[in-house]
């Protein structure tokens, strides 16, 4: 049996293999993305995959890409993994986790929205006042709704970097002024259509990030994944009270227990207990029926 970071399909050629995500060519014009069940935390993929993570991970971007279709073009293309003339048990592995995308070229960034003040935000707004540069008024408790939601664009790192926040000034000098507003104004749309839905199913969504490419054309088009729990800090609306960090639907289970072992969060990752497995599937598989099956 093949481990979760080896490549899963030998009848395309992998053009990228990320933390979660394996890229497959398909032709001049598609290409096939297969969320896999790898967990990385702390930026290091742990050797124990979460069961059925990649095709709940998939379930909730494709409804995703459907439902905001309206606001912006997306990467899904009209071909299907069936038509791909793959063996049976690749086709068998694929299934409820891969999607056939059109080939774009990438942005350099990454577009972050927050509507709550959490994470990084709130440790940046406790040391200056401000979140990404953007000053915030006193007073604001952690967990905190904004008033708007705000637009903090990161740059993409490189293998092995950490992605670093930058200004909107310093997007609008790698995109270019026009692009660059397309995007924040895309991204704030997105958020604030997704985030009135979810709240409408008890979720509130908290922060998250959307990536963007240009087709041909030069035509913005949503691309990666969009409001997972892997992009997205999601909390319940049952338990959500501002002062506190609120429980949330995603890999926190097993961040907070990693943090209770004596290692130096560098590679190899140590092995999950099967509890913690069980208990992280659980999360995800939640947040996914509360969205979509609700």
């Given at each position: 049996?093949?481990?979760?970071?080896q490549?899963?399909?030998?009848?395309?050629?992998l053009?990228h293999?990320g933390?979660?995500?394996?890229i497959y060519?398909i032709d001049?014009k598609?290409m096939?993305?297969v969320t896999?069940?790898r967990l990385?935390?702390?930026?290091?993929?742990?050797?124990?995959?979460?069961?059925?993570?990649g095709?709940?991970?998939?379930e909730?971007?494709?409804?995703w890409?459907?439902k905001?279709?309206h606001?912006i073009?997306?990467?899904?293309?009209?071909?299907?993994?069936?038509?791909?003339?793959?063996?049976?048990q690749?086709q068998?592995?694929?299934?409820?986790?891969?999607?056939?995308?059109?080939?774009?070229k990438p942005?350099p960034?990454?577009?972050?929205?927050?509507?709550?003040i959490?994470g990084?935000?709130?440790?940046d707004y406790?040391?200056?006042?401000?979140?990404?540069?953007?000053?915030?008024p006193?007073?604001l408790?952690?967990?905190?709704q904004?008033?708007q939601?705000?637009f903090?664009?990161?740059?993409k790192?490189?293998?092995g970097e950490?992605d670093?926040n930058i200004?909107f000034?310093?997007?609008?000098?790698?995109l270019?002024?026009s692009?660059?507003e397309q995007?924040?104004q895309?991204?704030?749309?997105?958020?604030?259509q997704?985030?009135a839905?979810?709240l409408?199913?008890?979720?509130?969504?908290?922060?998250t990030?959307f990536?963007?490419?240009?087709?041909e054309?030069?035509q913005?088009i949503?691309?990666?994944?969009?409001l997972?729990?892997?992009?997205?800090?999601?909390?319940?609306?049952?338990?959500?009270?501002?002062?506190?960090?609120?429980p949330?639907f995603?890999?926190?289970?097993?961040r907070?227990?990693?943090?209770?072992l004596?290692?130096?969060?560098?590679p190899p990752?140590p092995?999950?207990?099967?509890e913690?497995v069980q208990q992280t599937t659980?999360?995800y598989r939640?947040v996914a029926?509360?969205l979509?099956?609700t």
């Amino acid at each position: 049996m093949k481990k979760e970071n080896q490549p899963m399909i030998q009848s395309l050629s992998l053009i990228h293999q990320g933390k979660v995500r394996d890229i497959y060519d398909i032709d001049d014009k598609t290409m096939l993305i297969v969320t896999t069940d790898r967990l990385s935390a702390f930026d290091v993929i742990l050797p124990s995959p979460i069961d059925g993570k990649g095709i709940i991970l998939t379930e909730v971007a494709n409804f995703w890409f459907n439902k905001l279709s309206h606001i912006i073009p997306n990467q899904l293309s009209n071909k299907k993994v069936e038509d791909l003339g793959l063996t049976q048990q690749e086709q068998a592995y694929l299934h409820g986790r891969a999607i056939v995308v059109k080939k774009l070229k990438p942005l350099p960034i990454e577009a972050i929205v927050r509507g709550y003040i959490i994470g990084s935000g709130w440790k940046d707004y406790q040391r200056t006042g401000k979140v990404c540069g953007i000053e915030l008024p006193e007073g604001l408790q952690m967990a905190g709704q904004l008033a708007q939601p705000l637009f903090t664009p990161s740059s993409k790192a490189g293998k092995g970097e950490h992605d670093a926040n930058i200004s909107f000034e310093e997007m609008q000098d790698l995109l270019g002024e026009s692009l660059a507003e397309q995007v924040k104004q895309a991204s704030l749309d997105l958020y604030q259509q997704a985030a009135a839905y979810a709240l409408e199913k008890g979720i509130i969504i908290a922060d998250t990030k959307f990536e963007f490419g240009l087709d041909e054309n030069d035509q913005l088009i949503l691309i990666d994944e969009v409001l997972t729990p892997d992009s997205s800090r999601f909390w319940s609306v049952k338990t959500y009270k501002p002062g506190i960090s609120p429980p949330s639907f995603d890999k926190q289970i097993v961040r907070d227990y990693l943090e209770t072992l004596d290692w130096d969060k560098t590679p190899p990752g140590p092995v999950l207990p099967a509890e913690i497995v069980q208990q992280t599937t659980g999360r995800y598989r939640e947040v996914a029926d509360l969205l979509i099956n609700t």
